[in-house]
């Protein structure tokens, strides 16, 4: 649907007159009424790097969700605020790995003796307070971009990983980009004892995956590539590797959301793509490129929920309380958890 004309009017009044003292940055899973008024767009990699860049502003309006502006805030400068139009914009992925269950995880593989050549790996899509835990034990952030160059480094740190909190990325960028096994990964659910896991099966394993998940991502299935490939003949498929294993095994390129409106870019004329990742980002692709056949993987369409609460509303909202000199829903991450978190992060910024 087209934005109401006069929230669009009231955004742009309040972006030029707060002039260069707010940067908005933007997701690409956010809304075309939003993506409009983003002076940079991004997947989470980049967006961290354009924040660890200390754009010179203020005040850094950050349309996304809430793991990104605390990453955000811990990137930027010590004077600037880091604003989420919308407290509610969390990420379920997220919220499956809490500190006290990784911490009780960690003293599992302590007791066993292990803990030593575990070398903790967090997604992007954690809290901040994850992101710390990792930080304070020797381990790395990643993101969808480069997962496997974060997990090259892990393995020369030591000789296993515990992956948080997204099993299907841990597995996918082992199994399919670095040569291991299915049978070389365990899968830990913080809810049962010892992780549902036998003591051997923790010790042998090379990659112990979280149990979490994108309930977004998840609803991708084999089904619908196999039902794309029979109905469009010399389709590509284009996944994102938070899609399960069987779902990226079959597709035919993966990779994080930067990855993919770059492959659409370069992509001939003429040629069909069905994309396994959230709706708003395919739908901009489709208009983006008339001359190519861009479909939706799946039947049924996909938002990211939270992603979605970020609207123009909203960040309209945002715009004029920062006019009105209110500074609203500043994300704030604590001295000792963002020292932390940054070593984790400054670690992956630091990945050859
Ligand atoms: P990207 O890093 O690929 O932008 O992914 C972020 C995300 O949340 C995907 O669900
Ligand atoms: Fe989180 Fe999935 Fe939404 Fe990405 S698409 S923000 S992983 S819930």
Redesign the pocket.
């Known amino acids: 649907a087209a934005s109401d004309p006069d929230l669009v009017a009231r955004a742009k009044a309040a972006k030029e007159a707060l002039g260069g003292k707010v940067f908005v940055l933007g997701h690409h ?1 956010q809304r075309d009424e939003v993506i409009q008024f983003a002076d940079v767009t991004g997947d989470s990699f980049k967006l961290a790097k354009d924040a660890a860049a200390r754009p010179d502003a203020p005040y850094i309006v950050f349309c ?2 809430h793991f990104m502006a605390e990453s955000a805030d811990i990137l930027t400068g010590a004077d600037q605020k880091v604003i989420l139009p919308d407290l509610a914009a969390g ?4 919220d499956m790995a809490t500190f006290n269950q990784v911490e009780d995880c960690w003293d599992t593989l302590e007791d066993l003796g292990i803990a030593d050549r575990v070398v903790p790996v967090t997604y992007m ?1 954690s809290s901040a307070d994850i992101k710390a835990f990792v930080g304070r034990r020797g381990g790395v952030v990643c993101t969808s971009s480069n997962a496997k160059r974060a997990l090259d480094w892990a393995f020369e740190q030591g000789e296993q990983v515990l992956f948080l909190p ?1 099993q299907h990325l841990g597995r996918n960028t082992a199994v399919l980009e670095m040569g291991y096994g299915l049978e070389d990964c365990v899968v830990y659910n913080p809810n049962r004892p010892n992780g549902g896991l036998t003591d051997d099966q923790l010790k042998n394993a090379k990659m112990i995956l979280w149990k979490g998940h ?4 998840g609803r991708f299935s084999i089904d619908a590539v196999n039902e794309v490939r029979e109905r469009v003949p010399g389709v590509n498929v284009l996944v994102h590797p ?1 899609c399960r294993n069987e779902v990226v095994t079959a597709a035919d390129h993966v990779g994080s959301t930067e990855y993919i409106i770059k492959k659409l870019d370069a992509a001939e004329p003429g040629s069909s793509w069905a994309i396994g990742t ?1 709706l708003n980002l395919v739908q901009r692709l489709k208009n983006a490129h008339p001359d190519k056949n861009v479909m939706f993987l799946e039947k049924t369409v996909c938002f ?4 979605n609460r970020i609207d123009l509303p909203h960040l309209v909202w945002t715009l004029e309380s920062l006019v009105r000199g209110e500074v609203p829903n500043q994300i704030v991450v604590d001295e000792d958890t963002a020292h932390y978190a940054r070593v984790a992060l400054d670690q992956m910024l630091a990945l050859p």
């Open positions: 899973y996304g969700v990420c379920s992925m997220a899509n997204d994108c309930s977004v991502h938070e959230e990211c929920s939270t992603m």
